[in-house]
């Protein structure tokens, strides 16, 4: 009885943390985290010396 109230409970969480991002007011903080990694930050990126 009890392991299927606590399966209950945990499929309410995931649906609920499912809904919560996957909801419209998340889209474009998401989108914007997701591209993060693809953008070049040329002050992260240290210059490599030329030598002559």
Do not use: K, Y
Request: charged share 15%; hydrophobic share 60%; proline share 8%.
């Amino acid at each position: 009885m009890m392991s299927g109230i606590f399966t209950a409970l945990l499929l309410a969480l995931f649906v609920g943390v499912w809904a919560w991002a996957w909801g419209a007011a998340r889209r474009q903080p998401f989108g914007e985290a997701a591209h993060l990694p693809l953008e070049h930050d040329a002050a992260a990126v240290p210059a490599r010396e030329v030598r002559p």
